[in-house]
């Protein structure tokens, strides 16, 4: 249980009186802290998602499936973060077409091509 004066300092910058008056700062207060409790795992969840999307894409130009190339590369015993892969496949693009080229002849199923969906021009013509 905080005193007064921490509830009050955690409630420093809400809106009206749930800065001011106790009794709703400690409810504004308390369920602030439950949210920064949450969100600090789902943060976790968003942040490798985010790498997850960046190594995929990154590994689509190169016409091989995300999971086959993370297969490839525990194959080959190459113990990369999907954190570090991202950032490689973000700014390194050549080190990640190596990346791409060791999982490919690791893992046989990353031989057949990938054949992205053609685009169909929907625009009505007169």
């Known amino acids: 249980m905080m005193n007064k004066k921490e509830i009050l300092k955690l409630a420093k910058g809400f809106r009206g009186r749930a800065k001011n008056c106790i009794r ?25 998602s985010l790498w997850i999307q960046r190594i995929s894409a990154g590994t689509r130009q190169h016409n091989v499936h ?16 999907r ?9 390194e693009p050549y080190s990640f077409k190596a990346l791409v080229d060791i999982s490919r002849e690791a893992f046989p199923g990353n031989r057949h091509i990938y054949h992205r969906p053609r685009k169909v021009d929907m625009s009505i013509t007169a």
């Not at 892969?85 to 973000?90: A, C, G, H, K, N």
Request: charged share 40%; no cysteine.
């Open 24 to 48: 709703i700062a400690r409810e504004r207060v308390e369920k602030a802290l439950q949210y920064s409790y949450r969100d600090r795992r789902t943060k976790k969840r968003d942040m490798r």
């Open 66 to 81: 995300y999971g086959h190339f993370m297969h490839g590369l525990k194959k080959e015993n190459i113990q990369l973060n």
């Open 83 to 91: 954190k570090v892969l991202s950032e490689i496949s973000m700014h």
